[in-house]
């Protein structure tokens, strides 16, 4: 995903679009930020400069400092809120489809899709009220079950809605056929989205793990630094 990391101020609309905020949010947060950074920044420089002389350039590199900090800092929360709903839509849409077997015996593709919408998981069902309107308007479109969630810019989802999208041409029977082929796609995503989590929580418990003994390391450099100064001054 390393979309993730390209967030500049062309393509800010879309980011905040998937993560559910809006434009007047963000820079009201990025003011709020960069004022509290900047005004933190000069209450430290006047208590240390009373303590000991400090250069003016060194005043100012803090305020651009923190000016670029306050104004990046929203970016990084932005960045988390998309990736958590990217690997939440992942994790979603295989299972909505999967759903979809029962409904397709009954029902051609277009109602199938409009009565999912009642057990959709929430994490897709807005874009799929959006793909119900359109397909609506035009059921033979392509390009309708092409732009389902391809804001999040994942190839399965792409293909596997091309695949839904070719059942319009299909019979009951073929439908059936298919639809087992599908599921071991599916069966396919699940154990990688599986596998991508477990990875994930190893890393964040080793992470934890890690935290004490980084703690007892500073602990102990400190006993020593202590020892030695009070060695010294024997």
């Not at 005043?59 to 000016?67: D, R, V």
Request: proline residues 3%; contains cysteine.
């Amino acid at each position: 995903m390393k979309w993730l990391y390209q967030i500049n101020e062309r393509n800010l609309n879309s980011y905040l679009k998937i993560s559910d905020i809006r434009l007047r949010q963000f820079f009201k947060w990025r003011l709020t930020i960069g004022f509290l950074f900047i005004c933190s920044w000069i209450s430290g420089y006047w208590i240390i400069s009373r303590q000991m002389e400090f250069y003016k350039p060194v005043f100012l590199y803090g305020i651009i400092g923190a000016f670029l900090l306050g104004y990046k800092l929203p970016y990084f929360y932005i960045r988390f809120k998309v990736k958590q709903k990217t690997e939440q839509v992942s994790a979603d849409f295989p299972l909505w489809l999967s759903s979809l077997e029962v409904l397709i015996l009954s029902n051609n593709i277009p109602n199938t899709l409009k009565k999912s919408l009642i057990t959709c998981p929430g994490s897709i069902k807005k874009d799929l009220k959006i793909l119900v309107d359109k397909i609506e308007k035009d059921p033979m479109d392509q390009q309708n079950y092409t732009e389902f969630l391809s804001q999040y810019k994942l190839s399965d989802i792409n293909e596997l809605m091309l695949d839904l999208y070719q059942f319009n041409y299909l019979d009951k029977s073929l439908m059936i056929s298919e639809f087992a082929v599908l599921h071991k796609r599916l069966n396919a995503i699940n154990t990688s989205n599986r596998q991508h989590s477990q990875e994930q929580n190893l890393f964040f418990i080793g992470a934890i793990n890690s935290v004490p003994l980084f703690l007892l390391s500073i602990y102990i450099l400190l006993i020593a630094n202590m020892l030695s100064n009070s060695l010294m001054g024997g």
